[in-house]
């Protein structure tokens, strides 16, 4: 039976450099679920590291969860990859880290890269750089997702630098795909083939939800995601910005 | 200056050959990401880039470029070379950074020892 789902599948958590520390499973979660999200996905960059800990977070309070990573290949651009699994995901994830250059973090000028636990406590620190490009060029990075059961998203087409209209001019031929984000109101006219996805690119709690996916489909996964880019029996999408009131305020009212 | 005169006289390693090598450069650009060169870059102009995805061909065709060529001993993968021939784009590659090919193609134009 279809329903409908409000999704934000593209937040960072605090293993991102440029996710703040307070980005932690349970901050990502409450807001979500506080922000009217029921659906989220954790794409932090080039690793899938931290992807347990929200699921399991997100399982306890009732939002569905979808494993992702947001690379960024050989032509600085920002590719998501959603994976219904935690297999498909962990495994992806340690293939693509075989490709991440050697580089070590500088946290004073990129940011800490921590790994916690269920409890909020710091249990490693990702010592690698993160926010680098993989040694993997774009068409090999989706052909790898696909082969993986997986979905390739372009994140932020319209965004300079590393989205991918602004890298590479326009979609590279032979390549489609079924969903791409975007920053503005309407995808290029070279992604007219794609359906628009919106999401926050949280890096903060408080932006979580402010740009959601409205998902009409059977159940949260990959599959159905492509079904609804297809239309195919009833499905679809539509996005929405939306104004959100600090919870505070929401309290006093 | 020809594009062949010029890739001659800063020692480019030939990449593709290209439909016309005789074409007079009209100056240059510089820059990696596609959007900005689709935007900015003029025609008859030799591009420096280390930009190596297949799109650079289709780029250097809609902008009517003399040339690409990949800088700091970049070359150009199977996949651009294929596209090069088919589309008649010459393309080059060159063991000097974009900085220091600026500077040469630059002195090179204005006639001056390059």
């Known amino acids: ?253 | 200056m020809t594009l062949q005169e010029l890739a001659r006289a800063l020692n480019w390693d030939i990449q593709s050959e290209g439909a016309s090598p005789e074409a007079s450069v009209s100056g240059g650009y510089c820059g990696d990401l596609l959007s900005h060169v689709l935007a900015s870059a003029k025609p008859g102009e030799v591009w420096i880039t280390i930009q190596h995805h297949a799109n650079i061909i289709a780029v250097a065709q809609v902008v009517g470029l003399a040339g690409i060529v990949l800088a700091a001993g970049v070359r150009a993968t199977d996949a651009v070379v294929d596209r090069a021939r088919t589309a008649g784009v010459p393309v080059f590659s060159s063991s000097d950074t974009a900085f220091a090919l600026a500077g040469r193609i630059e002195r090179a134009l204005a006639g001056k020892t390059c």
């Not at chain 1, 998203?153 to 326009?170: E, I, K, M, S």
């Not at chain 1, 492509?226 to 309290?251: F, H, K, M, N, Y």
């Open chain 1, 1 to 253: 039976m279809l329903r409908d789902y409000v999704a934000d599948l593209h937040i960072h958590t605090c293993l991102s450099p440029c996710g703040e520390l307070s980005m932690s499973p349970r901050a990502i979660v409450d807001a979500a679920a506080a922000h009217g999200v029921d659906w989220i996905a954790i794409t932090d960059h080039n690793t899938s590291q931290m992807a347990d800990v929200v699921a399991r977070e997100a399982a306890r309070r009732g939002l569905c969860f979808l494993y992702g990573l947001e690379l960024q290949t050989q032509e600085e651009v920002h590719l998501l990859a959603y994976f219904d699994g935690a297999e498909a995901a962990h495994a992806f994830s340690r293939r693509v880290y075989e490709r991440l250059p050697q580089r070590a973090n500088v946290p004073e000028l990129f940011g800490d890269q921590v790994v916690v636990d269920d409890d909020e406590q710091v249990v490693a620190v990702e010592e690698r750089l993160l926010v680098n490009s993989l040694q993997l060029d774009l068409e090999t990075a989706v052909e790898w997702i696909t082969s993986a059961g997986g979905l390739a998203v372009p994140a932020h087409v319209d965004r300079q630098p590393y989205g991918l209209v602004a890298q590479l001019g326009f979609v590279p031929e032979g390549l489609e795909f079924p969903l791409a984000e975007a920053d503005g109101d309407a995808l290029p006219p070279t992604c007219r083939r794609s359906k628009l996805l919106w999401s926050s690119d949280a890096h903060t709690p408080d932006a979580i939800g402010r740009r959601v996916t409205h998902f009409r489909i059977v159940r949260a996964t990959v599959a159905e995601m492509r079904l609804a880019a297809a239309g195919v029996r009833g499905r679809g999408l539509s996005v929405e910005r939306r104004t959100l009131v600090p919870p505070t305020e929401g309290r006093n009212a």
